[in-house]
Structures are given as structure tokens and as C-alpha cells.
């Protein structure tokens, strides 16, 4: 396995396979078991090799990335207000919507944070919840993921 930030920036090739760990130790996963959402984010404690943890990079433009779960489905934030504190994460069907648009930001040593298109980044809430938050909302630790690549991709994209 190679760390995301083994390199110079956190640079992903298209086809890449990774894993993102939160501060706690826990892994970003995808769940089919929460109510409402078919398709939600949760952090699960489980082994990184669990399949549910794995999300393959889409490289779009503007340096923006899309992750694909390992059912076909993307990362996708729901809600249209960039006013909200926190915006409830779902998996989405594609990667033309700008909601599922993220741009990794190298952070300290092998951490990065994830950026939305409305300008929030990924973290975790106090209750374990998968969030958006504006970035001086929140304490930096709990936006900081550490992505390590499971699955290199031969596709060259810089």
C-alpha cells in the first residue's frame, strides 16, 4: 500500500483505489442500512479491506475528484444551501452534478482534507456522522482524513 502524500502533493491517477481514515481510526464507508437514505456515508471501525471502504477516484476537472463506492454509486453531498452548517452526505448516481465534485487538499504530513463544490469540506461530526462544515467551524482534525491508495492505477494524468 502507498501512502496518498508518498509524493510531492497529493496527486491521484484516474482509476486509483483508496481508502480515507479519519483522526479515530475509523474508515469513510458506504452503508445501505440508514432509514431514509439508501445509500449513505457512516465511519465504520471495521478492516480497511472491507470492500464497503474502497472508493475509486474519477478525475475531473478544475483538479476536482469524484469517488466512486464500490457499488457503481459516487460520493454526492445533498442540499443546495451554501448557508447550511452541515449538509447530509448520500452516494449519487454520476459525476455531472457539481455536488459530486471534491477537491483533495494536502494537509499536514499523509493528511488531506476534501473540499466541495460550495466550498465546505468533508469531516466528521462529535456524534460520528459523516458532515460539511465550513472550515473555521471546525476543529481541523476532524477534516483531516489520511487516504492511502489500495490499488494504483497505470493511468498517467500529470
Same mark, same amino acid.
Given at each position: 500500500?502507498?501512502? %496518498?502524500?508518498?509524493?510531492?502533493?497529493?496527486?491521484?491517477?484516474?482509476?486509483?483505489?483508496?481508502?480515507?481514515?479519519?483522526?479515530?481510526?475509523?474508515?469513510?464507508?458506504?452503508?445501505?442500512?440508514?432509514?431514509?437514505?439508501?445509500?449513505? &456515508?457512516?465511519?465504520?471501525?471495521?478492516?480497511?479491506? #472491507?470492500?464497503?471502504?474502497?472508493?475509486?477516484?474519477?478525475?475531473?476537472?478544475?483538479?476536482?475528484?469524484? &469517488?466512486? #463506492?464500490?457499488?457503481?454509486?459516487? %460520493?454526492?453531498? $445533498?442540499?443546495?444551501?451554501?448557508?447550511?452548517? /452541515?449538509?447530509? %452526505?448520500?452516494?449519487?448516481? /454520476?459525476?455531472?452534478?457539481?455536488?459530486?465534485?471534491?477537491?483533495?487538499?494536502?494537509?499536514?504530513?499523509?493528511?488531506?482534507?476534501?473540499? #466541495?463544490? /460550495?466550498?465546505?469540506? &468533508?469531516?466528521?461530526?462529535?456524534?460520528?456522522?459523516? $458532515?460539511?462544515?465550513?472550515?473555521?467551524?471546525?476543529?481541523?482534525? #476532524?477534516?483531516?482524513?489520511?487516504?492511502?491508495?489500495?490499488?494504483?492505477?497505470?493511468? &498517467?494524468?500529470?
Amino acid at each position: 500500500m502507498k501512502s %496518498l502524500c508518498d509524493e510531492a502533493r497529493p496527486i491521484f491517477n484516474d482509476g486509483d483505489v483508496i481508502v480515507l481514515q479519519e483522526a479515530n481510526g475509523g474508515y469513510l464507508m458506504r452503508t445501505e442500512r440508514y432509514g431514509l437514505f439508501k445509500h449513505v &456515508l457512516v465511519v465504520g471501525s471495521e478492516q480497511a479491506e #472491507a470492500r464497503e471502504k474502497h472508493f475509486t477516484i474519477k478525475q475531473l476537472a478544475n483538479d476536482s475528484i469524484a &469517488l466512486q #463506492a464500490d457499488n457503481g454509486l459516487y %460520493l454526492c453531498r $445533498i442540499g443546495h444551501d451554501d448557508d447550511l452548517d /452541515n449538509v447530509i %452526505l448520500a452516494i449519487g448516481p /454520476n459525476t455531472e452534478a457539481a455536488a459530486t465534485h471534491f477537491k483533495p487538499r494536502r494537509q499536514d504530513g499523509d493528511k488531506l482534507t476534501l473540499q #466541495a463544490d /460550495n466550498g465546505l469540506y &468533508l469531516a466528521i461530526g462529535d456524534d460520528g456522522s459523516v $458532515i460539511l462544515v465550513r472550515a473555521e467551524e471546525c476543529e481541523l482534525a #476532524a477534516q483531516l482524513f489520511e487516504a492511502t491508495i489500495r490499488s494504483r492505477s497505470q493511468s &498517467l494524468l500529470h
